[in-house]
């Protein structure tokens, strides 16, 4: 079994800041890629940035200089650190995992729940 668990999400001012943290656990082998996703109501969830086991990373345009991404493989934990928050920013973000579970050849991406950020204007 294999959890992802993110926190950090909540209300914030235009301008302000928030800090997301994803943590995965469970019978885990190794890890490539994490990753955060974001869905408004009624569009298609989207890519806002994501980084391999090696650093490196990739970010959406619009969030680009105003986010970052990092992760802890000791801890199986991302993290999306978020500046200069905008209205438009406001989502469910979604953690996502590209792992190989111990015991297993192949990798599969897991998903964690979500958490909602909302900036206010």
């Known amino acids: 079994q294999v959890q992802l668990v993110e926190s950090g999400g909540g209300l914030v001012q235009a301008g302000g800041s928030l800090r997301l943290s994803c943590a995965a656990s469970?019978?885990?082998?190794?890890?490539?890629?994490m990753g955060w996703y974001r869905q408004v109501p009624g569009k298609q969830r989207e890519l806002v940035a994501a980084?391999?086991?090696?650093?490196?990373?990739n970010f959406a345009d619009s969030v680009k200089g105003r986010f970052t991404i990092s992760r802890d493989n000791a801890k199986n934990t991302v993290y999306l650190q978020m500046n200069s928050l905008k209205p438009e920013d406001t989502a469910v973000y979604y953690c996502n995992a590209d792992l190989v579970r111990a015991g297993w050849s192949s990798g599969m991406r897991y998903w964690g729940k979500g958490t909602l950020v909302t900036v206010s204007s």
């Open positions: 980084i391999t086991s090696g650093g490196s990373t």
């Open positions: 469970g019978s885990i082998f190794s890890i490539n890629v």
